[in-house]
């Protein structure tokens, strides 16, 4: 992709640098169906909205040299005009917006010049990209510069789709589909600067749960029979009474004696407990 491609666009009006402030008239040779009345209300906020939006500042390039060229005001009003440029460019440095210009100037094509029979860089593209720094209204020079780098990315993605789409070439199909991903990315980098970007927030809800655990004895399996609804179904000193419960089912036999009247039916084993078995 030469920088230096020739290009349709030419020189600007300086009478219709702002479409809010100077109309122009379509021309065609076609005829033409009258407006809809759908539109009128429309038009009328269109208008309004329009009118609300930053100024366009516009610029003309008169030719010193070659190859050298300086951007001029394209009204009769160049200290309005200065500061319009220098707005554009969030910067009070005159050497900051000469170096932003030309740096936008190469980005751009070229257009002929009969006048001068040679070529010269299209102003209608230079005074695109100026206004597309001017839409994001940096604040200072590095926002700028972030504005300039978005434009070139936005340049190359649109030169290489159209190429794409011409060639149907798979790899420049897919280098213009990282090109747009990153003007996504210089986006929300922008945003994430002035404290717009996406911000992801947490909420941790803590919650107090009471867990009961009900432990019973399979009495079925172990004895043979099931507690009654009367006897508790907790452990320690009823075993007692479900022993005695089964025994009376199982007709009547007595549980084992034992010296120990504390609880233990039958004693464990041991040296002070040997006399009782």
């Known amino acids: 992709m030469a920088n ?13 640098t702002d479409v809010a402030t100077a109309p122009t008239q379509r021309r065609t040779k076609r005829a033409v169906q009258p407006m809809p009345a759908l539109l009128e209300p429309w038009a009328v906020k269109a208008k309004a909205r329009m009118s ?23 009204h009769d009003n160049d200290e309005v005009w200065q500061l319009q440029i220098h707005d554009a460019f969030g910067t009070r440095s005159p ?4 170096v932003f210009i030309e740096q936008l100037r190469t980005l751009c094509g070229q257009s002929w010049d009969e006048q001068d029979h040679a070529w010269r860089p299209s102003e209608t593209e230079l005074t695109a990209a100026l206004n597309f720094v001017n839409s994001v ?31 149907s070439d798979a790899r420049t199909a897919s280098v213009a589909g990282k090109l747009a991903r990153t003007y996504a990315m210089q986006m929300d980098t922008l945003q994430r600067a002035r404290g717009k970007g996406r911000s992801t927030r ?11 655990h009900s432990h019973q004895h399979q009495h079925v ?32 036999s007595a549980p084992l004696p034992g010296p120990d009247t504390g609880g ?6 041991g040296r002070r407990r040997k006399a009782g078995l």
Do not use: Y
């Not at 050497?95 to 000469?98: A, D, G, K, M, P």
């Not at 947490?202 to 009961?212: L, N």
């Not at 029979?225 to 025994?247: D, M, W, Y």
């Open 221 to 252: 399996a172990a004895w043979g029979c099931a507690p009654p609804p009367s006897v508790p179904r907790a452990t320690g000193e009823h075993h007692v009474e479900r022993i005695e419960h089964r025994a009376a089912h199982d007709g009547g």
């Open 202 to 212: 947490q909420h941790i809800t803590v919650r107090h749960e009471k867990h009961i």
């Open 264 to 269: 233990a039916v039958v004693p464990l084993a």
């Open 52 to 74: 609300a939006r930053p100024a366009s500042p516009g610029l003309m390039l008169e030719r010193r040299g070659p190859n050298d060229f300086v951007p001029v005001s394209p």
């Open 4 to 16: 230096d491609r020739p290009t349709n666009l030419g020189d600007i009006d300086p009478a219709a």
């Open 95 to 98: 050497s900051t917006v000469r």
């Open 137 to 167: 209204q940096p604040r200072n020079e590095a926002e700028a510069g972030l504005a300039a780098q978005m434009l070139a990315v936005h340049f190359m993605t649109m030169r290489l789709s159209a190429e794409a789409l011409r060639t």
